[in-house]
Protein backbone atom coordinates (compact mmCIF):
# COMPACT_ATOMS: atom_id res chain seq x y z
CA UNK A 1 0.00 0.00 0.00
CA UNK A 2 1.15 3.59 -0.68
CA UNK A 3 -0.73 6.58 1.17
CA UNK A 4 -0.24 10.26 -0.53
CA UNK A 5 -0.91 13.38 1.47
CA UNK A 6 -0.82 16.68 -1.16
CA UNK A 7 0.06 19.70 0.36
CA UNK A 8 0.93 23.93 -1.25
CA UNK A 9 -2.36 24.78 -2.10
CA UNK A 10 -3.89 28.12 -1.69
CA UNK A 11 -5.29 31.05 -3.17
CA UNK A 12 -3.04 33.29 -5.44
CA UNK A 13 -3.71 36.38 -7.67
CA UNK A 14 -3.34 35.72 -11.28
CA UNK A 15 0.33 35.70 -12.33
CA UNK A 16 1.68 34.05 -8.82
CA UNK A 17 3.66 30.81 -7.91
CA UNK A 18 2.51 28.14 -5.80
CA UNK A 19 4.59 24.83 -5.19
CA UNK A 20 2.71 21.68 -4.21
CA UNK A 21 3.85 18.59 -2.38
CA UNK A 22 3.39 15.29 -2.79
CA UNK A 23 4.31 13.06 0.07
CA UNK A 24 4.31 9.37 0.70
CA UNK A 25 3.72 7.29 4.26
CA UNK A 26 3.80 3.55 5.23
CA UNK A 27 6.10 2.49 2.14
CA UNK A 28 8.81 4.21 -0.16
CA UNK A 29 7.67 4.78 -3.46
CA UNK A 30 11.07 5.50 -5.12
CA UNK A 31 10.11 2.92 -7.64
CA UNK A 32 6.98 4.07 -8.63
CA UNK A 33 5.86 7.31 -11.44
CA UNK A 34 4.12 9.96 -9.98
CA UNK A 35 1.28 12.20 -11.96
CA UNK A 36 -0.62 14.80 -11.01
CA UNK A 37 -4.14 15.65 -12.15
CA UNK A 38 -7.11 18.36 -11.53
CA UNK A 39 -10.23 18.78 -11.27
CA UNK A 40 -12.52 21.82 -11.46
CA UNK A 41 -16.42 21.94 -10.94
CA UNK A 42 -18.58 20.62 -13.00
CA UNK A 43 -15.46 19.12 -15.02
CA UNK A 44 -13.95 15.65 -15.53
CA UNK A 45 -10.41 14.95 -13.66
CA UNK A 46 -7.65 15.89 -16.22
CA UNK A 47 -4.35 15.04 -16.76
CA UNK A 48 -1.60 17.78 -15.62
CA UNK A 49 1.69 16.64 -15.84
CA UNK A 50 4.21 12.94 -14.78
CA UNK A 51 7.24 12.12 -13.47
CA UNK A 52 8.99 8.35 -13.72
CA UNK A 53 10.42 6.77 -10.71
CA UNK A 54 14.22 8.31 -11.42
CA UNK A 55 12.80 11.71 -12.46
CA UNK A 56 14.35 11.24 -15.89
CA UNK A 57 11.45 11.43 -17.93
CA UNK A 58 8.53 13.72 -17.92
CA UNK A 59 5.36 14.85 -19.49
CA UNK A 60 2.86 17.92 -19.32
CA UNK A 61 -0.69 18.79 -20.83
CA UNK A 62 -0.31 21.17 -23.32
CA UNK A 63 -2.08 23.92 -21.40
CA UNK A 64 0.85 23.77 -18.70
CA UNK A 65 3.37 23.83 -20.38
CA UNK A 66 6.27 26.05 -20.13
CA UNK A 67 4.74 27.14 -16.80
CA UNK A 68 4.35 24.51 -14.34
CA UNK A 69 7.53 21.85 -13.69
CA UNK A 70 7.41 18.68 -12.02
CA UNK A 71 10.80 16.75 -9.74
CA UNK A 72 11.10 14.42 -7.03
CA UNK A 73 13.10 14.34 -4.31
CA UNK A 74 13.07 10.77 -3.15
CA UNK A 75 15.06 10.76 -0.66
CA UNK A 76 12.10 12.68 1.07
CA UNK A 77 9.55 10.76 -0.58
CA UNK A 78 8.20 14.05 -2.18
CA UNK A 79 6.99 14.60 -5.56
CA UNK A 80 6.65 18.56 -6.48
CA UNK A 81 4.93 20.49 -8.57
CA UNK A 82 6.10 24.36 -9.51
CA UNK A 83 3.60 25.89 -10.87
CA UNK A 84 4.35 29.51 -12.32
CA UNK A 85 2.31 32.14 -13.97
CA UNK A 86 -1.11 31.12 -13.15
CA UNK A 87 -3.99 32.05 -14.41
CA UNK A 88 -7.61 32.09 -13.52
CA UNK A 89 -7.96 28.37 -15.49
CA UNK A 90 -5.65 26.99 -13.15
CA UNK A 91 -8.28 26.98 -10.74
CA UNK A 92 -8.73 22.95 -9.36
CA UNK A 93 -8.51 20.47 -7.16
CA UNK A 94 -5.07 19.30 -7.55
CA UNK A 95 -4.34 15.37 -6.88
CA UNK A 96 -1.13 13.31 -6.95
CA UNK A 97 -1.31 9.56 -8.03
CA UNK A 98 1.10 6.81 -8.26
CA UNK A 99 1.47 3.63 -10.22
CA UNK A 100 4.44 1.31 -10.68
CA UNK A 101 4.06 0.68 -14.55
CA UNK A 102 7.60 1.83 -16.73
CA UNK A 103 5.93 4.30 -19.24
CA UNK A 104 4.87 7.72 -18.08
CA UNK A 105 0.89 7.71 -18.71
CA UNK A 106 -1.97 10.24 -18.49
CA UNK A 107 -4.74 8.25 -18.11
CA UNK A 108 -6.64 8.14 -14.78
CA UNK A 109 -7.19 4.46 -15.06
CA UNK A 110 -3.53 3.60 -14.93
CA UNK A 111 -3.51 5.03 -11.61
CA UNK A 112 -3.25 2.82 -8.19
CA UNK A 113 -3.07 5.42 -5.25
CA UNK A 114 -4.53 8.54 -5.00
CA UNK A 115 -4.14 11.64 -2.43
CA UNK A 116 -7.32 13.33 -1.16
CA UNK A 117 -6.18 16.54 -3.38
CA UNK A 118 -5.50 20.24 -2.68
CA UNK A 119 -7.54 23.05 -3.52
CA UNK A 120 -5.56 26.05 -5.66
CA UNK A 121 -7.47 29.30 -5.97
CA UNK A 122 -6.48 31.48 -8.71
CA UNK A 123 -7.83 35.53 -8.49
CA UNK A 124 -7.79 37.95 -10.82
Known amino acids: QVQLQESGGGLVQAGGSLRLSCTTS????????VGWFRQAPGKEREFVSA????????RYADSVKGRFSISRDNAKNTVYLQMNSLKLEDTAVYYC?????????????????WGQGTQVTVSS
Open 97 to 113: AAHNAIAVVTSTYAYDY
Open 26 to 33: GRTFSRYG
Open 51 to 58: INWSGGST
